[in-house]
C-alpha cells in the first residue's frame, strides 16, 4: 500500500507540473480526464467502463432533459441510474442469501465498480439541478470530468456540476493560499489516516478493533462495547475524514475548491446538528434531493417525521457495500431517523412549555446524550450480523457484566487516546485562530516596536501554522507507520468506496 501511495503522489506532482505549463483550459481539462481515467484504471481494471458508460448515458440523459424539462423526463433518467447501481450494489447480496444451487448464486461472484455510489449521485443531482432550471452547460468532456475527477471518484465528496462546471473553465496559476493550504491538508489527512491503521489493526496483531469486531463468538463486556464503538468512532473518522483531507488537499493543490465532508461532527450538541457535520456532501444531498421533497408534499407532522425516517433509511441503503450486513445499515438509518424525530419532539415540547434548556450544564449533557447515541448507532454501521449487534446491545444494558473486560488493554489505551487527542487537537486549533486574532488586534495597537514585532510573529505563527503543522505530523505519520506495522490491519484508505 506505501508503495502505491508514493506512485500516486509522484504520479499527482507530475500532472499538476504540467498543468502549470498549460495555458489552454481545454488542454487543462484534457489532461484532468486522461490522469482521471488512468487512476481509476489504477484502482478499477476494466470497470472503469461502467464510469465511462455512466458518464456517456447521464450527459445524453441531460441534455434529452434540457431539451423539455418534465418528471416523466426526470424519472426516466434516475430509473437508468437506480438500475445500473442496483445491478452492482444489491443483486450480490440477492445470490448471498439464495440456495448456493440457484442460478442466482452466480450474482454474489459480481465484481463491484469502486466508488460507484459516490459519482452515480453525482449524477443524479446533475440531473435535479437541470430539472430545477439550473443554467448548466457542460460539453461532454466538461462531464466526464466531472463524473471522474481524480480527487473525488473513489469516496467524494459528492460534488455538483453548478459548483465544479466554472472551476473547471477558470484560468489558473499556482498562488500561495492554495499551495499552504493544498500541502496542509495532505498532511493531515495522511497522519490521519495512519492513525486509522493503528487503531484498526491494533498495536500488535488482533488487538485492533478490527479483529474485536471480527470475533462474533467473543462475549464483551459492557465496557467492552463502549470501548469498541467510541473507538470505531474515532476510527471511522479518522480513516474517512483523513481521505477526504488528502482529496480537498491535492484538488485545492489545481485551484479547485471541493465541498466539506466534515466539520467537527463529535463536537455536534443535538442529532441535527452532527447531520449537518458528518458526510456533509451526502447529507445535504439527501436533503436537497429527498428530505425536502418528500416532506412539502403534506403538510401533516407526522408526514414530515416520517420523511425524516424514510431519507434516513435511504440514507442507510446507500451505504450497503461488500461486506457489508445490509438490513443493520438499513436499522442504522431508520435509528438514525428516529433520533432526529425525537429530537424534534423534544424543540416542540421545549416550546410549548416554554422551558429554557442552555447553558454549560445543558450544553455538556446534550453533547454527551449526542455522542453516546451516534456511537451506539454505530453498533448496526460495523457488526458483522444481526445476533452479534443485539448481543452488544444486550452487554451495554446489563448491569452485571461491567465488572470486568476481555479486550486487550493495549485497545482500551488506543481509544482513551483517540478521544482525548481529537479533543485536544480541536482545542488548541481554537485557541490559535483566537490567538492570531488576539495578535492582530495588539500588533494595531503596540506602543513599541518590540511588542509590535512580538504580536506580529504571534500573528504569522496562528495564521501561517501550515509551516510548522505539515512536517511535524509528516513525521509522525512516518513514525507511526513504520512502529506499527507488526499490528496493520487489512482496510485501506478507499474504505468508504466500498459502500
Not at 197 to 210: E, N, R, T
Not at 359 to 381: E, K, M, P, Q
Request: aromatic share 16%.
Amino acid at each position: 500500500m506505501a508503495a502505491e501511495l508514493l506512485a500516486y503522489g509522484i504520479g499527482g506532482v507530475v500532472v499538476w507540473l504540467m498543468a502549470m505549463r498549460l495555458r489552454s483550459v481545454a488542454a487543462r481539462q484534457w489532461l484532468y480526464l486522461i490522469a482521471s481515467w488512468l487512476f481509476y484504471f489504477s484502482w478499477g481494471s476494466w470497470l472503469i467502463v461502467i464510469l465511462l458508460f455512466s458518464s456517456v448515458m447521464n450527459y445524453a440523459l441531460g441534455e434529452w432533459l434540457k431539451k423539455k424539462t418534465s418528471a416523466g423526463r426526470l424519472w426516466t433518467g434516475i430509473l437508468f441510474n437506480l438500475v445500473l447501481l442496483s445491478t452492482f450494489k444489491y443483486l450480490p447480496m440477492l445470490g448471498g442469501v439464495v440456495a448456493a444451487t440457484s442460478p442466482l448464486a452466480t450474482l454474489k461472484r459480481m465484481v463491484f465498480p469502486i466508488g460507484i455510489s459516490f459519482w452515480t449521485f453525482q449524477a443524479l443531482s446533475y440531473l435535479f439541478e437541470l430539472y430545477r432550471e439550473e443554467e448548466l452547460d457542460p460539453t461532454l468532456r466538461e462531464f466526464c470530468l466531472f463524473m471522474a475527477f481524480w480527487p473525488t471518484v473513489l469516496q467524494g465528496p459528492i460534488c455538483r456540476m453548478s459548483s465544479m462546471l466554472q472551476q473547471f473553465r477558470q484560468d489558473w496559476s499556482v498562488n500561495q493560499d492554495d499551495l499552504k493550504t493544498g500541502v496542509r491538508r495532505v498532511a493531515i489527512g495522511a497522519l490521519m489516516i495512519v492513525l486509522a491503521g493503528v487503531l484498526s489493526g491494533g498495536l500488535y496483531a488482533g488487538a485492533g478493533i478490527d479483529a474485536a469486531f471480527d470475533d462474533t463468538t467473543r462475549k464483551l463486556s459492557g465496557p467492552d462495547v463502549w470501548c469498541l464503538i467510541v473507538g470505531y468512532a474515532f476510527w471511522l473518522y479518522f480513516s474517512f475524514c483523513g481521505f477526504c483531507h488528502v482529496v480537498i488537499g491535492a484538488a485545492r493543490l489545481f485551484g479547485i475548491q471541493l465541498q466539506e465532508n466534515f466539520n467537527r461532527p463529535y463536537f455536534s450538541t443535538t442529532p441535527s446538528v452532527f447531520w449537518t457535520r458528518w458526510h456533509m456532501s451526502l447529507s445535504f444531498w439527501i436533503r436537497d434531493f429527498l428530505f425536502l421533497p418528500l416532506a412539502t408534499m403534506r403538510r401533516e407532522v407526522w408526514w414530515r417525521n416520517l420523511s425524516l425516517v424514510i431519507a434516513m433509511f435511504v440514507f442507510g441503503v446507500w451505504h450497503i457495500g461488500v461486506g457489508q450486513a445490509g438490513f443493520l445499515l438499513m436499522m442504522w438509518g431508520v435509528y438514525h431517523g428516529l433520533l432526529l424525530v425525537l429530537h424534534r419532539q423534544w424543540q416542540e415540547f421545549r416550546k410549548r412549555m416554554g422551558f429554557e434548556w442552555s447553558g454549560a450544564v445543558a450544553t455538556a449533557i446534550s453533547w454527551g446524550l449526542t455522542f453516546s447515541a451516534v456511537c451506539v448507532g454505530y453498533i448496526f454501521f460495523r457488526a458483522r450480523n444481526i445476533p452479534q449487534a443485539f448481543a452488544m446491545l444486550r452487554a451495554m444494558a446489563s448491569p452485571s457484566t461491567y465488572g470486568h473486560v476481555t479486550l486487550d488493554h493495549s485497545l482500551y489505551f488506543m481509544t482513551f487516546l483517540a478521544a482525548v487527542g481529537y479533543f485536544a487537537i480541536m482545542g488548541v486549533a481554537e485557541l490559535l485562530d483566537r490567538m492570531g486574532d488576539s495578535a492582530r488586534s495588539w500588533a494595531q495597537n503596540a506602543p513599541s516596536v518590540v511588542q509590535f514585532r512580538l504580536a506580529t510573529f504571534a500573528a504569522t505563527l496562528s495564521d501561517e501554522r501550515w509551516v510548522w503543522i505539515t512536517p511535524a505530523v509528516l513525521v509522525l505519520a512516518l513514525y507511526l507507520s513504520v512502529i506499527f506495522q507488526p499490528g496493520q490491519a487489512e482496510t485501506g484508505p478507499v474504505m468508504y468506496a466500498l459502500f
